[in-house]
């Protein structure tokens, strides 16, 4: 039987030192990572028992949403300095499952790994999550698609996915394999758009040497290689007529040929297709077989524009963010203003017109932050709505790090200046002044002190520093609003 396995995400070294000794006594796999590169750690989470995270990680809040977000049911434990819980706010408290101190009394913390549950081979949160990564947003219209594919995933049944150009039908693909029974085999991707008609029978089913000038060696096709696993036809509608008839014999028999060979191959392939075309008005016009088209849309999913769905552009944008983080790109950042604006575009190119407008924007902006007048010409025609609050967790400005970013070294030198401003006026008015003092106006500046403190832990996130001050969300808004702080 394997051995149970955690996941450490800390930067403190003594502390991964100690942990991995003891846990590696107890029998428990440990595997440790920083919280520079913990993303790609998360890919693999089925045969975990928990996460633990070290207190000492940067961008902690972040670090632990990140984790939550693809952790599903797993316990995640912080890991905080021995004699230190007082320190750690109830905020972050609140969203781990439990904390510890460490050096730990050990024979408590060895009962409180006997209550973890046990891994099991797929946790049905976790699979559910990572099936939908990519697929950012709380939209309406975008939950709808989460449920479509969680209903059809772990069935056998040809699904079709629709939508304009770059919403993301390579990502629902890609999502439907991830959440199925077929995720350890291959996803195989093929653009029937993108390949010469004389062309794409051999991409799809291989040829045998000498079964065409050029054909100089066999060659699997992309049913072959797709075998036990997905295979992914993109831009369908553009599929050759005669291509679409020897299609219709596989999706019904099941099998093929290879050019050039009369031998019949069985194949086990999940057929995933999609087009940004009317597939109806295709038929009409005798451009699409009516026969393969019903054949091909047993489950459909629609994508909507991201128009349709404009509340999701600055999840989107956090996630594009965190993606070219990932990928050790160069980032940028966006106001709030910014986002606002970028709200009212109508993108017509979709979500890959904003991957590229972000990815565009971190050429011209390394690591910093872009604001509203920072934004391309044709943004500047849109206004910025009055009063907007945009509480997403967006990561944005602090984010970026003081060394790479001149202008967030002095804003960070400003929010300190301000937190030791008010531990100076509380420090001065523990006594009355003889000359007296203007009651409101000191606890109005100790408010707005307190709620910057408050945002700037909590990352800029409204409902989670209301959670730090111990009031409602609706509150805080309220005051954000009569100070005019953003």
């Given at each position: 039987?394997?051995?149970?396995?955690?996941?450490l995400?800390?930067?403190?070294?003594?502390?991964?030192?100690?942990f991995?000794?003891?846990?590696s006594?107890?029998e428990?796999?440990?595997?440790?990572?920083?919280?520079?590169?913990?993303?790609?750690?998360?890919n693999?989470?089925?045969?975990?028992?928990?996460i633990?995270i070290?207190n000492?990680?940067?961008?902690?809040?972040?670090?632990?949403?990140?984790?939550q977000?693809?952790?599903?049911q797993?316990?995640?434990?912080?890991?905080?300095?021995?004699?230190s819980?007082?320190?750690?706010?109830?905020?972050?408290?609140?969203?781990?499952?439990?904390?510890?101190?460490?050096?730990?009394?050990?024979?408590?913390?060895?009962e409180?790994?006997?209550k973890?549950?046990?891994?099991?081979?797929?946790?049905?949160?976790?699979?559910?999550?990572a099936?939908?990564?990519?697929?950012?947003?709380?939209?309406?219209l975008?939950?709808?698609?989460?449920?479509?594919?969680?209903?059809?995933?772990?069935?056998?049944?040809?699904?079709?996915?629709l939508?304009?150009?770059?919403?993301g039908?390579?990502?629902?693909?890609?999502?439907?394999?991830?959440?199925?029974?077929?995720?350890n085999?291959?996803?195989?991707?093929?653009?029937?758009?993108?390949?010469?008609?004389?062309?794409?029978?051999?991409?799809?089913?291989?040829?045998?040497?000498?079964?065409?000038?050029?054909a100089?060696t066999?060659?699997?096709?992309r049913?072959?290689?797709a075998?036990?696993?997905t295979?992914?036809?993109?831009?369908i509608?553009?599929?050759?007529?005669?291509?679409?008839?020897?299609?219709?014999?596989?999706?019904?028999?099941?099998t093929?040929?290879?050019?050039?060979?009369n031998?019949?191959?069985?194949?086990?392939v999940?057929?995933?297709a999609?087009?940004h075309?009317?597939?109806?008005?295709?038929?009409k016009?005798?451009?699409f077989?009516e026969?393969?088209?019903?054949?091909?849309?047993?489950?459909?999913?629609?994508?909507?524009?991201?128009?349709q769905?404009?509340?999701?552009?600055?999840?989107?944008?956090?996630?594009?963010?965190?993606?070219?983080?990932a990928?050790?790109?160069?980032?940028?950042?966006?106001?709030?203003?910014?986002?606002?604006?970028?709200?009212?575009?109508?993108?017509?190119?979709n979500?890959?017109?904003?991957?590229?407008?972000?990815?565009?924007?971190?050429?011209?902006?390394?690591?910093?932050?872009?604001?509203?007048?920072?934004?391309?010409?044709?943004?500047?025609?849109?206004?910025?709505?009055?009063?907007l609050?945009?509480?997403?967790?967006?990561d944005?400005?602090?984010?970026?790090?003081?060394?790479?970013?001149?202008?967030?070294?002095?804003?960070?030198?400003?929010?300190?200046?301000?937190?030791e401003?008010?531990?100076?006026?509380?420090?001065?008015v523990?006594?009355?002044?003889?000359?007296?003092?203007?009651?409101?106006e000191?606890?109005?500046?100790?408010?707005?002190?307190?709620?910057q403190?408050?945002?700037?832990?909590?990352?800029?996130?409204?409902?989670h520093?209301?959670?730090?001050?111990?009031?409602?969300r609706?509150?805080?808004?309220?005051?954000?609003?009569?100070?005019?702080?953003s």
């Open positions: 039987m394997a051995l149970p396995r955690l996941l995400i800390d930067d403190n070294e003594t502390r991964i030192q100690q991995e000794n003891v846990l006594f107890l428990y796999q440990v595997s440790i990572v920083n919280s520079v590169d913990y993303i790609s750690a998360l693999n989470l089925e045969e975990l028992t928990a633990f070290g000492d990680c940067e961008k902690l809040a972040t670090l632990i949403r990140n984790v977000e693809v952790s599903g797993l316990p995640v434990v912080l890991l905080i300095q021995s004699g819980l007082i320190q750690v706010s109830t905020a972050i408290q609140e969203m781990v499952s439990q904390t510890y101190e460490w050096p730990t009394i050990y024979p408590l913390f060895i409180a790994l006997k973890f549950p046990v891994a099991k081979k797929a946790l049905p949160t976790a699979k559910t999550r099936a939908n990564k990519g697929l950012a947003g709380k939209s309406e975008i939950k709808q698609v989460r449920e479509l594919i969680d209903q059809v995933a772990s069935s056998n049944a040809t699904v079709l996915v939508g304009e150009s770059g919403t039908k390579e990502v629902v693909a890609q999502a439907l394999h991830r959440a199925s029974d077929r995720k085999k291959p996803f195989v991707p093929v653009n029937c758009g993108a390949i010469p008609g004389e062309l794409l029978e051999s991409e799809l089913f291989g040829h045998e040497k000498g079964a065409f000038t050029g100089l066999a060659r699997q096709g049913f072959e290689m075998e036990g696993g295979l992914f036809l993109d831009e509608g553009d599929m050759p007529m005669p291509m679409q008839v020897k299609l219709l014999r596989v999706l019904q028999e099941r093929f040929e290879r050019v050039g060979s031998k019949t191959i069985e194949c086990n999940r057929i995933v999609a087009t075309r009317n597939l109806e008005h295709e038929i016009e005798k451009r077989r026969d393969l088209f019903y054949r091909l849309n047993v489950f459909p999913i629609e994508l909507p524009a991201l128009k769905r404009v509340e999701d552009i600055p999840l989107l944008v956090n996630d594009l963010v965190r993606r070219m983080q990928a050790k790109k160069e980032t940028v950042r966006f106001s709030t203003d910014a986002l606002a604006l970028m709200m009212q575009h109508p993108w017509p190119g979500v890959r017109e904003l991957s590229n407008f972000i990815e565009r924007l971190a050429i011209t902006n390394p690591n910093s932050i872009v604001d509203a007048t920072g934004l391309p010409e044709k943004f500047q025609g849109y206004q910025v709505p009055e009063g609050l945009i509480e997403e967790e967006l944005n400005e602090d984010e970026v790090s003081a060394e790479q970013d001149p202008a967030m070294a002095n804003k960070t030198e400003q929010q300190a200046e301000a937190q401003t008010t531990v100076e006026v509380i420090s001065a523990s006594q009355l002044p003889e000359q007296g003092m203007d009651l409101k000191y606890l109005s500046e100790m408010e707005i002190n307190l709620i403190q408050a945002l700037s832990e909590c990352n800029g996130v409204v409902a520093a209301a959670k730090l001050l111990n009031m409602r609706t509150t805080l808004v309220e005051k954000l609003r009569k100070y005019e702080l």
